[in-house]
Nanobody, 125 residues
Framework: QVQLVESGGGLVQAGGSLRLSCAAS????????MGWFRQAPGKERESVAA????????YYGDSVKGRFTISRDNVKNTMSMQMNSLKPEDTAVYYC??????????????????WGQGTQVTVSS
């Protein structure tokens, strides 16, 4: 099992930026597809962005395209997501997750084996 720890959440005004990071405990991270999910109160967990093990493919949800950028560093066992032009509707708990899967499966929470504990992002209007 790979332990994942998120950091970088916080409170920001609309239009601001945050950078989330996810640190992995094991080198097997480099074999994993990785994703960011978010969950707002009363809503289902939503796929925000995902990246293949070699960074050759990156997925973005429609609501964050052009604003968020996912990246990873397999040497440092880390993944990041730069979030720009934040909106109040981006407010949620953000989770990083990892697992072995096909590209087609990267948007499904059930495809991921390991999850972080989540970090709160709050965007004020």
């Amino acid at each position: 099992q790979v332990q994942l720890v998120e950091s970088g959440g916080g409170l920001v005004q609309a239009g601001g930026s945050l950078r989330l990071s996810c640190a992995a405990s094991r080198r097997t991270f480099s074999n994993y597809a990785m994703g960011w999910f978010r969950q707002a109160p009363g809503k289902e967990r939503e796929s925000v962005a995902a990246i293949t093990w070699n960074s050759n493919y990156r997925y973005y949800g429609d609501s964050v395209k052009g604003r968020f950028t996912i990246s990873r560093d397999n040497v440092k066992n880390t993944m990041s997501m730069q979030m720009n032009s934040l909106k109040p509707e981006d407010t949620a708990v953000y989770y990083c997750a990892g697992g072995l899967m096909t590209i087609a499966a990267m948007t499904s929470p059930g495809s991921y084996k390991d999850w972080g504990q989540g970090t709160q992002v709050t965007v004020s209007s």
